[in-house]
């Protein structure tokens, strides 16, 4: 397939050496020259700017920091909705609240483009890999035409549902992400104060009902998980800043809905902190050091 994609960085640069590596015809462009730079060696078309890259594909794949850069790459005389070719098709696959999502996606209708949302999880590693999950928000059609493009680049692709419910998946996978690490390190560090071998409660609650993600495969305790964060000084992984954002993008959209989100807005609190302390380029189990003795 004729693909443009846009944004290459941590994640984007990965994703779309695999669609290289997959034999698509790839068209680059990033605001960073060498990003751009990198691709064009291994086999991309170089672009000199969104629209450019745009002008002959079949599919656009954006991957940009947040929504205001989303919105400043379609939207507008400059932005690459009006310069796509009748029948291309848009994915965007970063981070961004579903109400952006869903109003983008408007205006692309309003050309008669079909447009997709299509966050992921799995991170730097899955994006490597290939491995990543994609949760897309799209029509039935939509998601059948992106389906094997989207398996290039990632193991499960996930129908959400229409327009904007993939980032609603993420937004709120996310939120409780956030939270269940805060809870378990809460429980490890008071076992710790109270005096148990955090390796046995560890295995403990790993086979009883405190397991979840954040105990059994990324346990904020050092030494628990060899292959966690914690276990090589909180250094890699998923930034606390990063967690910060999907945080804000969460209670922002249940403001929306006037839905509360308790927990959610203490956590983004608690994660806020860590980077008003300089951690915020930590892995997001450092949260722990809310609890740990020094
Ligand atoms: P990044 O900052 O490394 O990359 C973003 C890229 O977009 C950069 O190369 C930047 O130069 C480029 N860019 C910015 N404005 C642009 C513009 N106007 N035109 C063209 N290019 C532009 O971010 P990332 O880590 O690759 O994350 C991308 C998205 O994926 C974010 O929304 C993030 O929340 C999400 N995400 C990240 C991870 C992760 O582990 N890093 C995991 C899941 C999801």
């Given at each position: 397939?004729?693909?443009?994609?846009?944004?290459?960085?941590?994640?984007?640069?990965?994703?779309?050496h695999?669609?290289?590596?997959?034999?698509?015809?790839?068209?680059?462009?990033?605001?960073?020259?060498?990003?751009?730079?990198?691709?064009?060696?291994?086999?991309?078309?170089?672009?000199?700017?969104?629209?450019?890259?745009?002008?002959?594909?079949?599919?656009?794949?954006?991957?940009?920091?947040?929504?205001?850069?989303?919105?400043?790459?379609?939207?507008?005389?400059?932005?690459?909705?009006?310069?796509?070719?009748?029948?291309?098709?848009?994915?965007?696959?970063?981070?961004?609240?579903?109400?952006?999502?869903?109003?983008?996606?408007?205006?692309?209708?309003?050309?008669?483009?079909?447009m997709?949302?299509?966050?992921?999880?799995g991170?730097?590693?899955?994006?490597?890999?290939?491995?990543?999950?994609?949760?897309?928000?799209?029509?039935?059609?939509?998601?059948?035409?992106?389906?094997?493009?989207?398996?290039?680049?990632?193991?499960?692709?996930?129908?959400?549902?229409?327009?904007?419910?993939?980032?609603?998946a993420?937004?709120?996978?996310?939120?409780?992400?956030?939270?269940?690490?805060i809870?378990?390190?809460?429980?490890?560090?008071?076992?710790?104060?109270?005096?148990?071998?955090?390796?046995?409660?560890?295995?403990?609650?790993?086979?009883?009902?405190?397991?979840?993600?954040?105990?059994?495969?990324?346990?904020?305790?050092?030494?628990?998980?060899?292959?966690?964060?914690?276990?090589?000084?909180?250094?890699?992984?998923?930034?606390?800043?990063?967690?910060?954002?999907?945080?804000?993008l969460?209670?922002?959209?249940?403001?929306?809905?006037?839905?509360?989100?308790?927990?959610?807005?203490?956590?983004?609190?608690?994660?806020?902190?860590?980077?008003?302390?300089?951690?915020?380029?930590?892995?997001?189990?450092?949260?722990?050091?809310?609890?740990?003795?020094?």
């Open positions: 397939m004729r693909i443009a994609f846009i944004g290459l960085g941590n994640m984007g640069a990965p994703m779309a695999n669609l290289l590596k997959a034999g698509h015809a790839l068209t680059v462009f990033d605001v960073n020259a060498q990003a751009v730079g990198a691709l064009a060696e291994a086999g991309a078309k170089a672009a000199n700017s969104a629209r450019d890259a745009v002008l002959e594909c079949e599919l656009v794949i954006t991957m940009l920091p947040a929504a205001a850069h989303v919105r400043s790459v379609y939207l507008g005389e400059e932005g690459l909705l009006a310069a796509l070719p009748d029948g291309a098709v848009a994915v965007d696959s970063s981070t961004i609240d579903p109400q952006t999502a869903r109003e983008v996606a408007q205006v692309a209708a309003g050309r008669g483009i079909a997709a949302d299509a966050p992921v999880s991170g730097t590693g899955g994006a490597q890999a290939g491995t990543l999950t994609f949760m897309v928000g799209a029509t039935p059609e939509l998601f059948n035409l992106i389906q094997p493009v989207l398996s290039d680049m990632g193991r499960n692709i996930v129908h959400c549902g229409e327009v904007g419910t993939g980032q609603v993420k937004v709120c996978n996310n939120l409780l992400l956030g939270i269940s690490m809870g378990v390190a809460e429980a490890m560090a008071l076992g710790d104060a109270l005096g148990i071998d955090t390796k046995v409660l560890a295995g403990i609650i790993n086979t009883s009902t405190g397991r979840c993600w954040s105990s059994d495969t990324y346990n904020p305790w050092p030494g628990i998980i060899e292959t966690a964060p914690s276990s090589r000084g909180y250094t890699g992984g998923f930034g606390a800043d990063l967690m910060l954002k999907d945080l804000g969460a209670t922002e959209a249940a403001k929306q809905v006037r839905q509360p989100v308790l927990l959610g807005a203490l956590a983004q609190q608690l994660y806020q902190g860590m980077s008003q302390r300089g951690e915020g380029g930590k892995d997001f189990s450092g949260i722990i050091g809310l609890y740990r003795k020094p």
